[in-house]
């Protein structure tokens, strides 16, 4: 048994996406954006599939964006701390402009698309394979008919792709996703490399709003896209 189909779904947005800080494995919720984000997405999402299971990221953010679509799906929604966001280890709350005025070398090597050295940063390695750990887990359970639903960040999305398609984790030809916009992959079938075929990236409404980042009405932020979604 596996699922043949896989949907990896980003949380709404935060005050700090918001305010472009690297979140890693902070715990803070949505936004008032980011619970807007999350009701309009849920019904454009289960209008496209529908989950057999629903698995969230155990921080905050994923849990209340999976909550969405489980209350329209009925699915109950489940945990699984594989799936939470990269750890950034001493970044993790502050600002690009911080980051790069207390760690200048540190800072060049990450925009460089390398693994930061000697700030407790997770390596991007060991992120996906906590990932796909849960991946082939959960997939397991399900049906070749079905479809799997995990919530969790971007970083952690991008990474997870990329291994699943049977690229380097450290590629970065697949970059940080939209808040509440989801990936979709399929399985290729028995003794097929790679396991899953990537068939959309960054999905979402196409009848939310013209500022998708700003809510329904509010001006388009100038926070720094870069550091708001590392990786």
Do not use: C, K
């Not at 935060?14 to 008032?32: E, K, W």
């Not at 329209?72 to 594989?82: A, F, I, Q, W």
């Amino acid at each position: 048994m596996s699922a043949g189909r896989l949907i990896l779904w980003r949380h709404g947005r935060t005050a700090y996406n918001a305010d472009a800080r690297l979140q890693g494995q902070i715990d803070i919720p949505l936004d008032d954006v980011g619970h807007w984000q999350a009701a309009t997405a849920a019904p454009a999402l289960l209008r496209r599939r529908t989950p057999a299971r629903i698995i969230s990221s155990d921080l905050v953010r994923a849990r209340e964006t999976a909550g969405y679509l489980g209350a329209l799906s009925g699915v109950e929604v489940e945990l699984d701390p594989r799936l939470r966001e990269r750890s950034f280890g001493l970044w993790e709350g502050l600002t690009g402009e911080e980051i790069q005025a207390g760690w200048p070398v540190e800072f060049a090597h990450w925009r460089n698309h390398t693994d930061p050295a000697g700030v407790e940063a997770e390596p991007r390695r060991a992120v996906a394979e906590r990932v796909l750990e849960a991946v082939a887990e959960h997939t397991a359970t399900l049906e070749r008919h079905d479809t799997l639903v995990l919530v969790a960040h971007g970083a952690a999305i991008s990474t997870a792709v990329n291994a699943l398609i049977g690229m380097d984790a450290e590629w970065r030809g697949i970059t940080g996703m939209t808040n509440a916009h989801w990936a979709e992959l399929v399985a290729t079938g028995p003794q097929v490399e790679p396991a899953w075929r990537l068939t959309g990236y960054n999905l979402g409404p196409l009848d939310a709003s013209s500022d998708w980042d700003a809510g329904p009405d509010r001006p388009t932020s100038e926070a720094d896209t870069e550091t708001r979604d590392p990786d």
